[in-house]
């Protein structure tokens, strides 16, 4: 994507040994680059949310164990960076998805070959990565033109295509493109009139600070709404269509995504407003069955609730207390939509229904797998 008329990702290889990334904890109001040259600095980046996004997670986890194997090719060394990687973000199957896949990979060759391949295996991974978000793209680009010719209003620049989105799914949570954005950028490239009302998505603000910030320099025109606001659209009619992303897919359509998803989904249904989530398939996790049981809900630090950032009218950016001295918080990260109230899921093999058929149709490879828990839905 470009920022400002430049290309850029989220992560690359800087150098030898040297992997750059976006500082998100900075936007949107400066534009950081940051350099890591060891493990323990990814793993910091991911907790820190320096780097976030479940795709986005895993090319930069591959990352770390790239820059461990520089230090120390040995197996003891290996496993240390993927166990150090793997506590940052319980949530996000793709960070467990794409150390499996690195450590896999490393431990069928010998230690002096396994630098340079783990280097070349995160860069596979991060293009692959915006391989599977560009056709996401295009199938969700098909849809958007489906609801669109539907519409019992025409979608004119006047009166555009009104989507909805909660969280940031954009580039900034992947290596580029984005997933739930990714419809709405080739929608919007294509000349498809639409606009964007953007979750504020409290209390990290993700909606807020980066969907806004990658949606403007991109030109989509949007419309920033606290999170509460978007049932009221919904009952009054301005809204076409909801797109969300996804941390975790259950085999059965079950889906865990930025806390606030659930009852955005909840509203759409009770005013027909179709929901869509795009995820890419690493974010698939065939093991399970029942989202709301079984998928592991990050609890985050009180202080993403007690404190906002922002900048002041000199400029500087600064972080202040809005709860009262002793309050209790609750942080959970994300909640689980059942699949009963998602419409379809865009992925880069097509649109599925959400249910376990749905996805074995679009992924036969995974059609032997055992169901567990609830069973098929």
């Not at 960076?81 to 940052?88: D, H």
């Not at 794409?98 to 991974?125: D, K």
């Not at 055992?370 to 069973?375: L, Q, T, W």
Request: glycine share 10%; with cysteine; charged share 20%.
């Amino acid at each position: 994507m470009r920022v400002d008329g430049k290309a850029m990702r989220t992560i690359w290889a800087a150098r030898d040994g040297v992997v750059g990334i976006l500082d998100q904890a900075r936007l949107p109001h400066e534009l950081v680059i940051v350099e890591l040259t060891t493990a323990a600095e990814v793993a910091h980046a991911i907790r820190s949310m320096q780097v976030r996004g479940a795709p986005l997670i895993g090319a930069a986890a591959a990352y770390g164990v790239a820059l461990a194997m520089r230090i120390a090719p040995s197996d003891a060394a290996l496993d240390d960076s993927v166990a150090l990687l793997g506590a940052t973000r319980p949530t996000a199957v793709n960070l467990r998805w794409a150390l499996g896949r690195v450590r896999a990979a490393l431990l069928g060759r010998e230690p002096s070959e396994r630098a340079r391949f783990a280097w070349r295996l995160a860069a596979e991974i991060a293009d692959e990565d915006v391989a599977i978000n560009t056709a996401i793209g295009v199938h969700g680009l098909a849809l958007i033109r489906q609801i669109a010719a539907a519409r019992t209003t025409p979608v004119t620049r006047e009166h555009p295509l009104q989507v909805l989105t909660h969280c940031n799914a954009g580039w900034l949570a992947t290596v580029d493109v984005g997933t739930a954005t990714a419809p709405l950028y080739a929608a919007f490239d294509a000349g498809v009139p639409l606009h964007v009302w953007v979750d504020e998505t409290r209390p990290r603000n993700q909606g807020a600070s980066l969907t806004a910030w990658e949606l403007g320099r991109h030109g989509v025109p949007h419309t920033v709404i606290a999170d509460n606001t978007g049932g009221h659209l919904m009952q009054h009619g301005r809204v076409d269509l909801c797109i969300v992303g996804s941390d975790r897919t259950t085999a059965t359509g079950d889906v865990a995504n930025k806390i606030g998803t659930y009852l955005k989904a909840l509203a759409a249904r009770d005013n027909g407003v179709p929901f869509y989530v795009a995820l890419p398939s690493p974010t698939i996790d065939w093991s399970l069955s029942d989202g709301v049981a079984e998928i592991p809900i990050e609890e985050r630090a009180a202080s993403e609730v007690t404190h906002v950032s922002g900048r002041l009218e000199d400029g500087r950016v600064a972080t202040v207390q809005v709860t009262p001295d002793g309050s209790g918080v609750a942080n959970p990260g994300f909640d689980v939509t059942p699949a009963r109230l998602v419409t379809g899921l865009i992925t880069e093999r097509g649109i599925a229904a959400a249910s376990r058929a749905g996805l074995v149709a679009l992924f036969p490879e995974h059609a032997a797998e055992r169901e567990r828990g609830h069973g098929a839905r």
